[in-house]
């Protein structure tokens, strides 16, 4: 998992994989994109709840990663440059559609009523356990979803980015006491939502 | 589940195990396999055409292909100088050296030095009416008289040997007189061999036989004419007969060699030579002007050469005739004659202050001739006053009276109280 990565120290070797691949390394950006895509598309994804547009947004992403690895320069945490080109790129498409606040699932015209049918599943589940989680995952989507935008983005940072207080809070331009406030009462709704299944 | 860093680690209550574990099982989505090869691609793609290590083999460009500019100021400088040189070449000297003060129009043609065209108006003033007579009269008797070499074969007794004669006459003892005989060194050279090698119209007469080139062997008769060389002698062994050939044709004796030089002087001075002096002179008149230059000298030698011939003139061109008489022969002498004479004319007319000091010369000239006739002298004297030439009467009357010591008695009474001044 992400976090764990970052938690492990392997997060300072991120910083010389991208440095190597500017160098013109391109196995330094496999490894990098095979750490982090998964994080960076769950992040798109629960935020956006559309599998296309995440696709889209996604690549958007990774290609302004190519494109800056001329200019990157390792002054924070590799993490926090790729989720802030990541926020900002969620920020310009909600700009661009009108949006002001993040857009839920629920909210996404192209999406059914269940919102977790939006959301791609592990492919290799099975399809009792598929529709286990697909249950649970549309419980859990839906509660997400009826967070806050400025709770569900400091707990998708924090949760799926691995990112910690002060990194969210300058990401955010909130304080780290308010991101924390946030993270706090997201999973408090969250745990309300998964209680009963538990 | 999820392990925080201590530094950020959020409270303990933003911590669930049993939540972390759902999320983990639920949170599995994954990117598309194509949209992971698509970015993997872009990500190679750039890779590959980004920049490269300044220390990379590739980077390196070989030396073959780098441009080599070096020897291109070279290049340039040697072009100026190329250039620079051929206009240099191009240019006349004319143009690179010339003053800017040259009012002059420059020209190839020798000046004529204004010296030596005063010298040869001298000389014709000198030729008087009487002299010119006197010079007649004497080449009339050079030519009628028979050449007096033995060596001279019959077929070139005519002009040539006559004309040689007249050239080595020691009257004309300068050096001058055998620059002046012959025009050219061809013409000058077969003379020396004369001298140094047994002539060949000797060989001839010996023979018998009459020279079967007569204008091959005209220049050469001449000296022998006047050489008491016998002409029989294959070879001029004895030093006496040298001596003797010497001293009476001293201006024949020159070597080989000199006779080049002077033939180069001569020529030199041939073509700076003025119009050519009146042809009517006498020997006399060139021992008058001692200083004359060449070309003049030529002038009077060719001059008088042509006055001896008389009626028998040989043709012209290979002897040290004026150059007009040569580029426009005449048929007879006396044509020749007022040809120069015009030609003199012209000259004098455009230069009078030649006639000045062709005056002046005169006058010295009458103090150191030779006196006439007390007779003549007085009839002389009496024409040039009763003609209004006052001045001409005055010096002729000076010149009277400085040749005769007693010239009181000589003179008339009339001549003797008589002043130009007083008229």
Redesign the interface.
Known sequence: ?P??A??DGVADGDEALMLA??????AA??AL?ARH??GV??YL?RHCGNAGLA?EL??DV??SV??A??TYAPTAKFTTWLYRIAHNRLIDHWRANGHVELVTAAADGDCDDNPLAA?????N?EPEVRAG?RE??AR?AAALAALPPAQREAFLL???G?L????IAVLTGAG?ETV?SR??YA?LK??ET?GD?? | MTTRRPDDAPADDLHDPRFDAAWSALSREEPPAALDDAIRAAAHREARAGPRAVDSPAAHVPSALRPQRWWWPLAAAATIGAVAIGLLQLATPDRVGAPTDDKGVLSDIPVVPEQARRKAEGAREELRPEQNGQAQERGAEEAATPSASPSASPSSSSGAAGRTQSAATPSAPSPRKDVAAPATSNEREPEALTFAAPPPPASNSTTGKPASAPEKRTPQAGPAATAPVPAAEPFPADAAKLEAMESAAPATTLSKTERAADAGIAAGKLAEAPPPAEPAQTHEGARDEPAAPAPRAKALAGAATQDSLAASSPPVAESGAPAASRAAPASSPAERRALTRDASREAQRATPSVVQSTDARSEVRAKQRSPLPVTDWIALIRRLRDEGKSADAAKELAAFRAAYADHEHLLPPDLRDWHPAAR
């Open positions: 998992m976090a764990l970052f938690a691949y500017a160098a013109g390394d391109a950006f496999d994109y895509k998964g598309y769950r994804v696709d996604f690549q990774w290609m190519i494109r690895r001329a959301i791609p599943g592990s492919r589940d989680s649970i995952g859990l924090h949760q799926e691995g910690g207080l002060a990194e780290v924390k993270i706090r999973l969250l745990r998964l299944l538990q």
